[in-house]
């Protein structure tokens, strides 16, 4: 099946829902991410910061370029001039990054803060508790050049649905609980982003709005890995 019919199919199932689809596009080449932009795709998600950087230079500059991998504070300056959307926040230390270069660019940057909701060690994100400390902060309160979108989360790495299901319902519990508590009147806090090739149907069931895909978009065919510069 090609890229082009791939995008079709997913808009389609995607528009009438509301879920907005980011094309997953790590490791994979500057003429695979040409043939999905020109299929109509225009938001990417990348989760290395120097191959981002190298892509962004190379391809339409109309893409909007998602962070969705783990984000160091020495890396933030490379991408602070362009990023739309960060979506790995998992802590103060790296909003206060953003926000800096934000501020040096005359930016408004796109965050979601990242929660920990799978049962493994390797996954990022904030916990409930570390959750409310940020949001409470004197700190957060004054940055002014970022903005906080939403939520995202990564579900474990399982074949059982149950787990999933309910890693998903919980993050979605939790959304509507933070948007109630701290953004009841922050039209801008509407994003939970949560669900991947594996299970974006699921999250979508659970009350996803965006959804992260990478081999459902560009297939699973052998292609030339990109390498960064």
């Given at each position: 099946?090609?890229?082009?019919?791939?995008?079709?199919?997913?808009?389609?199932?995607?528009?009438?829902?509301?879920?907005?689809?980011?094309?997953?596009?790590?490791?994979?080449?500057?003429?695979?991410?040409?043939?999905?932009?020109?299929?109509?795709?225009?938001?990417?998600?990348?989760?290395m910061?120097?191959?981002?950087?190298?892509?962004?230079?190379?391809?339409?500059?109309?893409?909007?370029?998602?962070?969705?991998?783990?984000?160091?504070?020495?890396?933030?300056?490379?991408?602070?001039?362009?990023?739309?959307?960060?979506?790995?926040?998992?802590?103060?230390?790296?909003?206060?990054?953003?926000?800096?270069?934000?501020?040096?660019?005359?930016?408004?940057?796109?965050?979601?803060?990242?929660?920990?909701?799978?049962?493994?060690?390797?996954?990022?994100?904030?916990?409930?508790?570390?959750?409310?400390?940020?949001?409470?902060?004197?700190?957060?309160?004054?940055?002014?050049?970022?903005?906080?979108?939403?939520?995202?989360?990564?579900?474990?790495?399982?074949?059982?649905?149950?787990?999933?299901?309910?890693?998903?319902?919980?993050?979605?519990?939790?959304?509507?609980?933070?948007?109630?508590?701290?953004?009841?009147?922050?039209d801008?806090?509407?994003?939970?982003?949560?669900?991947?090739s594996?299970?974006?149907?699921?999250?979508?069931?659970?009350g996803?709005?965006?959804?992260?895909?990478g081999?459902?978009?560009?297939?699973?065919?052998?292609?030339?890995?990109?390498?960064?510069?």
């Amino acid at each position: 099946m090609s890229i082009a019919i791939n995008i079709e199919e997913l808009q389609n199932e995607l528009r009438p829902v509301g879920v907005t689809l980011v094309a997953v596009s790590k490791t994979k080449p500057i003429e695979d991410i040409q043939e999905v932009y020109n299929a109509g795709q225009r938001i990417f998600g990348e989760n290395m910061v120097q191959e981002l950087v190298d892509k962004y230079e190379k391809l339409p500059n109309d893409i909007q370029w998602h962070l969705i991998g783990h984000l160091q504070t020495n890396k933030v300056k490379y991408i602070a001039p362009f990023i739309s959307m960060i979506e790995s926040v998992d802590s103060l230390k790296v909003l206060k990054e953003i926000n800096k270069h934000a501020v040096k660019h005359d930016r408004v940057i796109d965050c979601l803060l990242q929660i920990f909701i799978a049962d493994e060690d390797t996954k990022f994100g904030l916990d409930h508790v570390e959750l409310i400390e940020l949001l409470e902060s004197e700190e957060f309160g004054q940055l002014n050049n970022i903005r906080i979108r939403g939520l995202m989360g990564i579900a474990s790495n399982t074949d059982n649905e149950r787990v999933i299901k309910e890693e998903f319902y919980e993050l979605k519990m939790l959304f509507d609980g933070i948007k109630v508590s701290y953004f009841r009147k922050v039209d801008t806090f509407d994003t939970l982003s949560m669900g991947m090739s594996s299970d974006y149907k699921v999250a979508i069931e659970q009350g996803s709005n965006m959804i992260r895909l990478g081999s459902t978009v560009f297939g699973k065919r052998v292609i030339k890995h990109f390498k960064a510069k």
